[in-house]
T-cell receptor, first 112, second 109 residues
Framework: DVKVTQSSRYLVKRTGEKVFLECVQD?????MFWYRQDPGLGLRLIYF???????EKGDIPEGYSVSREKKERFSLILESASTNQTSMYLC???????????FGQGTRLTVV | GEDVEQSLFLSVREGDSSVINCTYT??????LYWYKQEPGAGLQLLTY?????DMKQDQRLTVLLNKKDKHLSLRIADTQTGDSAIYFC?????????FGTGTSLTVIP
């Protein structure tokens, strides 16, 4: 079974802190994604990566950056956390151009 | 991006059928998906349909695709309390996935 693992289920951080959200997949997928999920807004794409060291901005990249140094790991970085970044963050991975996306369990981040 | 729209809420009685609807704007997607999200969890793929198909049935689930109207639906027969969750419609195009807002299904015992 494909496994996508996010490093934390719940995080509480202070405004202005630098926050790292880690995601690891074990199926050698090329494509990895970070989404945030907010009630009534569905999933919005923050960044995606289609190869090591490659990244593309999604729909809402402002305030975020990403890192993909190894194929299996895709990190989301909040350079200076703000309260409007309180949300559920979902990582996903997929193989190829049109295959199913597999999701991690999500990280609920609260910025106070 | 792609616009994918769903109703936010649906309530049904246990044993009835549920129909969750989705409309989208771009018809060039290759695959269309239905994902389920249970409370506190990530998304799990329920079923998918190729864009050249009109219907797909998988046990209690029936997916209907109307390409002319750009409308996708998911029918759950004999809905159970365990079906209570958020259901997301999604499309893929060129390796990217576009999700609807999600429909929160509540099953009333």
């Amino acid at each position: 079974d494909v496994k996508v693992t996010q490093s934390s289920r719940y995080l509480v951080k202070r405004t202005g802190e630098k926050v790292f959200l880690e995601c690891v997949q074990d199926m050698d997928h090329e494509n990895m994604f970070w989404y945030r999920q907010d009630p009534g807004l569905g999933l919005r794409l923050i960044y995606f990566s289609y190869d090591v060291k490659m990244k593309e901005k999604g729909d809402i990249p402002e305030g975020y950056s990403v890192s993909r140094e190894k194929k299996e790991r895709f990190s989301l970085i909040l350079e200076s956390a703000s309260t409007n970044q309180t949300s559920m963050y979902l990582c996903a991975s997929a193989w190829g151009m049109a295959a199913e996306a597999f999701f991690g369990q999500g990280t609920r981040l609260t910025v106070v | 991006g792609e616009d994918v729209e769903q109703s936010l809420f649906l309530s049904v009685r246990e044993g009835d059928s549920s129909v969750i609807n989705c409309t989208y704007t771009d018809s060039s997607s290759t695959y269309l998906y239905w994902y389920k999200q249970e409370p506190g969890a990530g998304l799990q793929l329920l079923t998918y349909i190729f864009s050249n198909m009109d219907m797909k049935q998988d046990q209690r689930l029936t997916v209907l695709l109307n390409k002319k109207d750009k409308h996708l639906s998911l029918r759950i027969a004999d809905t159970q309390t365990g079906d209570s969750a958020i259901y997301f419609c999604a499309l893929s195009r060129w390796g990217q996935f576009y999700f609807g807002t999600g429909t929160s299904l509540t099953v009333i015992p």
